[in-house]
């Protein structure tokens, strides 16, 4: 992993490439998630969606391989983490999941005295939920960051598996 500090396009296409690696289910979106020390430039934890036992999604796999390198629960990151990281995701955190489990801007947002910046690769389709999560982390002092050139292939790899509707 030879990445260089702040090559924003790079970080989000590991993302992209952490995303083709997520099973494709109709209901929900392939996302690759990528947390990065921004101090050190060390990659912290990669997530995709459904990596982890569960119904789970890329940033919260990124959390919960973390939780599990620190030895405590997921609840319980912010005493552990350092300060200064970056979130790098190819679709927006969501902030509201048709299964009703805990949307992963609030896990961001628990986590706000640690992850300064999110920069994500698309706005999420208004498919199954309308999001407004970036509202939320912005009125948290989070930075957020549309990374653009790669929008159509992180469209195309979160959606494989949907159902087309012509
Ligand atoms: C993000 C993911 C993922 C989504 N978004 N940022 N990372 N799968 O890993 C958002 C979409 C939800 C649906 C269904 N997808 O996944 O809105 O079943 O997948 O909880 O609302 O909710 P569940
Ligand atoms: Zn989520």
């Given at each position: 992993?030879?990445?260089?500090?702040?090559?924003?396009?790079?970080?989000?296409?590991?993302?992209?490439?952490?995303?083709?690696?997520?099973?494709?289910?109709?209901?929900?979106?392939?996302?690759?998630?990528?947390?990065?020390?921004?101090?050190?430039?060390?990659?912290?934890?990669?997530?995709?969606?459904?990596?982890?036992?569960?119904?789970?999604?890329?940033?919260?796999?990124?959390?919960?391989?973390?939780?599990?390198?620190?030895?405590?629960?997921?609840e319980?990151?912010?005493?552990?983490?350092?300060?200064?990281?970056?979130?790098?995701?190819?679709?927006?955190?969501?902030?509201?999941?048709?299964?009703?489990?805990?949307p992963?801007?609030?896990?961001?947002?628990?986590?706000?005295?640690?992850?300064?910046?999110?920069?994500?690769?698309?706005?999420?389709?208004?498919?199954?939920?309308?999001?407004?999560?970036?509202?939320?982390?912005?009125d948290?002092?989070?930075?957020?960051?549309?990374?653009?050139?790669?929008?159509?292939?992180?469209?195309?790899?979160?959606?494989?598996?949907?159902?087309?509707?012509?």
């Open positions: 992993m030879d990445i260089q500090a702040g090559d924003h396009l790079a970080y989000m296409r590991y993302a992209l490439d952490l995303a083709r690696q997520s099973p494709p289910k109709p209901t929900n979106y392939r996302v690759g998630a990528v947390v990065v020390d921004t101090v050190t430039n060390q990659v912290l934890a990669t997530g995709y969606t459904l990596e982890l036992e569960g119904n789970t999604h890329a940033e919260q796999c990124c959390f919960l391989k973390l939780a599990g390198k620190h030895g405590v629960p997921e319980q990151l912010q005493d552990v983490l350092p300060r200064e990281l970056a979130l790098y995701t190819t679709v927006e955190p969501c902030s509201k999941r048709l299964s009703g489990n805990l992963c801007v609030e896990r961001v947002l628990r986590l706000k005295e640690s992850i300064r910046k999110v920069y994500v690769g698309v706005l999420e389709p208004s498919k199954f939920v309308v999001n407004t999560g970036i509202q939320a982390l912005e948290a002092g989070i930075q957020v960051v549309h990374v653009k050139g790669l929008d159509e292939e992180i469209l195309q790899v979160a959606t494989a598996g949907h159902e087309k509707s012509s």
